[in-house]
């Protein structure tokens, strides 16, 4: 079975900063992308960025700033997501999905791990 597992989520003081990780266990190919989004209660699921395993290629998402910055360790099979600057606004779910070749992500992702949830004190 794949399995994605996220981790690294916690209670965090606005302004600090917190890398999450993104497990892939079970993939049977090398070329894949994963996908960070997020979910605060009552809105809707937000993509933020990806990242091509096979070519390293990111892509950010429409008005996601700088202070998201995914990145991969291939040798980990792990995906990261890198948050500094943290405000009140970004607590949510963080969740991670993989999906087969190259294409960008999008919110139809074949895989999803069960999240990982941050909370941002102000």
């Known amino acids: 079975d794949v399995q994605l597992q996220a981790s690294g989520g916690g209670l965090v003081q606005a302004g600090g900063s917190l890398r999450l990780s993104c497990e892939v266990i079970?993939?049977?190919?090398?070329?894949?992308?994963v996908g960070w989004f997020r979910q605060a209660p009552g809105k809707k699921r937000e993509g933020l960025q990806c990242?091509?395993?096979?070519?390293?290629?990111?892509f950010r998402a429409d008005g996601i700033k700088a202070r998201f910055t995914i990145s991969s360790d291939n040798a980990k099979n792990t995906v990261y997501l890198s948050v500094n600057s943290l405000k009140p606004d970004d607590s949510a779910v963080y969740y991670c999905?993989?999906?087969?070749?190259?294409?960008?992500?999008?919110?139809?992702?074949?895989?999803w791990g069960k999240g990982t949830l941050v909370t941002v004190s102000s």
């Open positions: 999905a993989l999906d087969p070749g190259s294409s960008p992500c999008h919110y139809d992702m074949a895989y």
């Open positions: 990242i091509s395993s096979r070519t390293g290629n990111t």
């Open positions: 079970g993939y049977p190919d090398d070329d894949y992308v």
